[in-house]
Nanobody, 114 residues
Framework: QVQLAESGGGLVQPGGSLRLSCAAS????????MGWYRQAPGKQRELVAAIAAGGSTNYADSVKGRFTISRDKEKNTVYLQMNSLNPEDTAVYYC????????WGHGTQVTVSS
Protein backbone atom coordinates (compact mmCIF):
# COMPACT_ATOMS: atom_id res chain seq x y z
CA GLN A 1 0.00 0.00 0.00
CA VAL A 2 1.12 3.56 -0.72
CA GLN A 3 0.53 6.58 1.49
CA LEU A 4 0.75 10.19 0.35
CA ALA A 5 1.39 12.95 2.90
CA GLU A 6 0.71 16.51 1.73
CA SER A 7 1.83 19.72 3.36
CA GLY A 8 2.17 23.41 2.62
CA GLY A 9 -1.37 24.62 2.13
CA GLY A 10 -2.78 27.66 3.85
CA LEU A 11 -4.11 31.17 3.48
CA VAL A 12 -2.29 33.62 1.22
CA GLN A 13 -3.06 37.02 -0.21
CA PRO A 14 -3.55 37.54 -3.95
CA GLY A 15 -0.19 37.75 -5.65
CA GLY A 16 1.44 35.61 -3.00
CA SER A 17 3.18 32.26 -3.17
CA LEU A 18 2.90 28.84 -1.57
CA ARG A 19 4.84 25.63 -1.94
CA LEU A 20 3.08 22.29 -1.61
CA SER A 21 4.93 19.09 -0.82
CA CYS A 22 3.82 15.47 -1.10
CA ALA A 23 5.88 12.60 0.24
CA ALA A 24 5.05 9.06 -0.83
CA SER A 25 5.76 6.12 1.45
CA UNK A 26 4.97 2.44 1.63
CA UNK A 27 5.30 -0.25 -1.02
CA UNK A 28 6.40 1.98 -3.86
CA UNK A 29 7.63 0.62 -7.16
CA UNK A 30 7.33 1.60 -10.76
CA UNK A 31 6.02 5.14 -10.32
CA UNK A 32 4.71 6.30 -13.69
CA UNK A 33 3.88 9.84 -12.65
CA MET A 34 3.11 12.10 -9.72
CA GLY A 35 1.18 15.30 -9.65
CA TRP A 36 -1.44 17.57 -8.21
CA TYR A 37 -5.15 17.92 -8.77
CA ARG A 38 -7.44 20.48 -7.23
CA GLN A 39 -11.13 20.78 -6.52
CA ALA A 40 -12.90 24.04 -5.82
CA PRO A 41 -16.36 24.16 -4.22
CA GLY A 42 -19.02 23.15 -6.72
CA LYS A 43 -16.49 22.21 -9.38
CA GLN A 44 -15.00 18.99 -10.67
CA ARG A 45 -11.55 17.88 -9.69
CA GLU A 46 -9.03 19.05 -12.28
CA LEU A 47 -5.42 18.33 -13.08
CA VAL A 48 -3.10 21.14 -12.05
CA ALA A 49 0.30 19.71 -12.89
CA ALA A 50 1.96 16.34 -13.36
CA ILE A 51 5.48 15.06 -13.79
CA ALA A 52 6.22 11.74 -15.45
CA ALA A 53 8.91 9.28 -14.52
CA GLY A 54 11.04 10.55 -17.38
CA GLY A 55 10.75 14.12 -16.16
CA SER A 56 8.29 15.54 -18.65
CA THR A 57 5.72 17.89 -17.18
CA ASN A 58 2.16 18.87 -17.94
CA TYR A 59 0.25 21.89 -16.66
CA ALA A 60 -3.28 23.15 -16.76
CA ASP A 61 -3.52 26.21 -19.00
CA SER A 62 -4.73 28.30 -16.07
CA VAL A 63 -1.49 27.78 -14.12
CA LYS A 64 1.13 27.81 -16.88
CA GLY A 65 3.84 30.34 -16.13
CA ARG A 66 2.81 30.61 -12.48
CA PHE A 67 3.14 27.09 -11.06
CA THR A 68 6.13 24.77 -11.25
CA ILE A 69 6.13 21.08 -10.44
CA SER A 70 9.31 19.30 -9.42
CA ARG A 71 10.30 16.10 -7.66
CA ASP A 72 12.98 14.45 -5.59
CA LYS A 73 13.18 10.86 -6.81
CA GLU A 74 15.28 9.67 -3.89
CA LYS A 75 12.72 10.99 -1.41
CA ASN A 76 9.68 10.00 -3.52
CA THR A 77 8.51 13.56 -3.04
CA VAL A 78 6.81 15.94 -5.44
CA TYR A 79 6.56 19.70 -5.00
CA LEU A 80 4.31 22.37 -6.43
CA GLN A 81 5.64 25.92 -6.32
CA MET A 82 2.71 28.29 -6.78
CA ASN A 83 3.39 31.94 -7.55
CA SER A 84 1.15 34.88 -8.44
CA LEU A 85 -1.77 33.19 -6.75
CA ASN A 86 -5.24 34.56 -7.34
CA PRO A 87 -8.63 33.84 -5.75
CA GLU A 88 -9.48 31.41 -8.58
CA ASP A 89 -6.70 29.16 -7.30
CA THR A 90 -8.62 28.59 -4.06
CA ALA A 91 -9.30 24.86 -3.77
CA VAL A 92 -8.39 21.66 -2.02
CA TYR A 93 -5.21 20.39 -3.64
CA TYR A 94 -4.73 16.63 -3.86
CA CYS A 95 -1.48 14.80 -4.42
CA UNK A 96 -1.67 11.99 -6.96
CA UNK A 97 0.61 9.11 -7.81
CA UNK A 98 0.20 6.35 -10.35
CA UNK A 99 1.96 3.04 -10.48
CA UNK A 100 -0.28 0.21 -11.67
CA UNK A 101 -3.13 2.05 -9.95
CA UNK A 102 -3.95 5.54 -8.76
CA UNK A 103 -3.22 6.75 -5.24
CA TRP A 104 -4.52 9.96 -3.70
CA GLY A 105 -3.62 12.11 -0.75
CA HIS A 106 -6.23 13.47 1.64
CA GLY A 107 -5.88 16.98 0.28
CA THR A 108 -4.60 20.31 1.58
CA GLN A 109 -6.60 23.52 1.52
CA VAL A 110 -5.25 26.52 -0.37
CA THR A 111 -7.15 29.76 0.13
CA VAL A 112 -6.24 32.93 -1.74
CA SER A 113 -7.97 35.92 -0.21
CA SER A 114 -7.28 39.43 0.96
Amino acid sequence: QVQLAESGGGLVQPGGSLRLSCAASGRISGISAMGWYRQAPGKQRELVAAIAAGGSTNYADSVKGRFTISRDKEKNTVYLQMNSLNPEDTAVYYCWLITYKDYWGHGTQVTVSS
